[in-house]
């Protein structure tokens, strides 16, 4: 029985989304509130509202709530309004959406980056390279990266943009679960004889790495990144509801979240709308990788 052979990664993303139904719909949830992002403002426009303006006339003026029942919920505002401040919530979760969207993709851009040139360089280098970059991961795992975020985002001045600070901050603190992963595939990949091959003819560790390392990498790469963009949305949300993240007004689902917390008990609608979109991109991520994981693993067979 002949051993079986790795997918490349276009062959694994077709057969994941021709018969992976979870993947499939995974997929559908993470390009439709990808398009809410980048359309942000014209569906805004088309319902009318923006995400910054106060409008007192949503509100019951007895108690600031919204005026109206499900959170002020009617044709002229289609998620209803918060309170005490009427702004409309269905502007805030599609702008929110494309705050969330640029921050956990670019800080997974970074992470991923660096953990993929970190990683190689201890896999394919060796020796104290090697024993320095593990014990810096090391480091960085077990490092209280949340507690030193918070106290990052209390003491940066204000006028800094708070959503470069969140990218770099979460994207560098990313890196070491990447990298174990590319360093551990790397070690297997230079014993290959490809590898060995270009090593005899001369070419230098960043031309191996360039033509032969990284070609083989983009399957777990792909994955790896997948499934990292959820928790990096989902620890931009952490950060808002703890109001270290990005400031007010810029729409945030975390802050939206938190916001809502105060008015659960008088009516959940404030918390629905924000905590289903933030539900919605992290299961449609996780459903997409997993099964991109399952499509490149060379062993795995049709799972659904």
């Given at each position: 029985m002949s051993s079986p052979v790795a997918r490349s990664v276009p062959a694994a993303v077709r057969s994941v989304l021709a018969r992976d139904r979870w993947a499939l719909a995974g997929t559908v949830a993470v390009v439709v509130i990808g398009l809410v992002a980048i359309f942000a403002d014209v569906l805004t426009a088309i319902e009318g509202h923006d995400p910054y303006t106060y409008d007192s006339t949503a509100l019951d003026p007895a108690n600031g709530l919204p005026a109206g029942s499900f959170g002020g919920v009617s044709g002229e505002?289609?998620?209803?309004?918060?309170?005490?401040?009427?702004?409309?919530?269905?502007?805030?979760?599609?702008?929110?959406?494309?705050?969330?969207?640029?921050?956990?993709?670019?800080?997974?851009?970074?992470?991923?980056?660096?953990?993929?040139?970190?990683?190689?360089?201890?896999?394919?280098?060796?020796?104290?390279?090697?024993?320095?970059?593990?014990?810096?991961?090391?480091?960085?795992?077990?490092?209280?990266?949340?507690?030193?975020?918070?106290?990052?985002?209390?003491?940066?001045?204000?006028?800094?943009?708070?959503?470069?600070?969140?990218?770099?901050?979460?994207g560098f603190f990313g890196w070491p679960t990447t990298a174990r992963i590319v360093r551990s595939q790397v070690l297997t990949l230079?014993?290959?004889?490809?590898?060995?091959?270009?090593?005899?003819?001369?070419?230098?560790?960043?031309?191996?790495?360039?033509?032969e390392l990284l070609p083989n990498l983009w399957g777990p790469v792909l994955v790896m990144a997948t499934l990292s963009v959820p928790g990096k949305i989902g620890l931009e949300a952490a950060l808002s509801f703890l109001g270290v993240g990005v400031l007010p007004p810029t729409p945030s689902w975390g802050r939206s979240i938190s916001a809502a917390i105060d008015w659960v008990a008088v009516d959940p609608a404030f918390l629905l709308f924000p905590g289903l979109a933030l539900f919605a991109v992290t299961w449609g991520f996780n459903a997409l990788g997993d099964g991109l994981r399952d499509a490149l693993d060379p062993k795995s067979g049709v799972r659904r």
């Open positions: 505002h289609w998620f209803g309004v918060e309170p005490l401040t009427g702004r409309d919530l269905f502007a805030i979760v599609v702008h929110g959406a494309r705050t969330s969207f640029l921050i956990g993709l670019a800080a997974t851009l970074v992470s991923i980056g660096l953990g993929v040139l970190i990683g190689a360089a201890a896999g394919y280098l060796g020796g104290w390279v090697d024993r320095v970059i593990t014990w810096s991961a090391d480091v960085f795992l077990g490092f209280p990266y949340l507690v030193f975020m918070i106290a990052l985002g209390a003491v940066v001045p204000a006028d800094f943009p708070r959503a470069l600070l969140l990218i770099i901050v979460i230079k014993e290959r004889n490809f590898v060995k091959a270009a090593r005899t003819l001369g070419a230098s560790p960043w031309q191996v790495f360039r033509t």
